[in-house]
Nanobody, 131 residues
């Protein structure tokens, strides 16, 4: 059974940094699409960053240059991270990791615009940035 468990959220002042982690277990495929999303109550979920099994990354314009997505681990246990620097109050949200563990490059790009990743979600971790 696939499990995604986030950690690393918290409260920080504007300009500070946080590092989010997501432990992904229970998969066996060699190719996959992973990502981070965020959501503020009353607003639509927003894609923040994606990374595929070949380490291709994408970022939303709002976080480009400030956030860095990365991954680690090996078969059946993946770890997904996101280093968030120069945080702003508008970055405050619940952050979710997501995984598409059946994705392959021939299925289309691993991007939010392509509707990926989708399939498995974590429970979320709260990030609060104060001014």
């Amino acid at each position: 059974q696939v499990r995604l468990v986030e950690s690393g959220g918290g409260s920080v002042q504007a300009g500070g940094s946080l590092r989010l982690s997501c432990a992904i277990s229970g998969y066996t495929y060699r190719t996959y699409c992973l990502g981070w999303f965020r959501q503020v109550p009353g607003k639509a979920r927003e894609g923040v960053a994606t990374i595929d099994s070949d380490d291709h990354t994408t970022y939303s314009d709002s976080v480009k240059g400030r956030f860095t997505i990365s991954k680690g681990g090996a078969m059946s246990t993946l770890s997904l991270q996101m280093q968030m620097n120069s945080l702003k109050p508008e970055d405050s949200a619940m952050y979710y990791c997501a995984a598409d563990l059946y994705w392959a490059p021939g299925m289309g790009p691993c991007t939010v615009e392509a509707g990926r990743p989708n399939g498995h979600w974590g429970q979320g971790t709260q990030v609060t940035v104060s001014s």
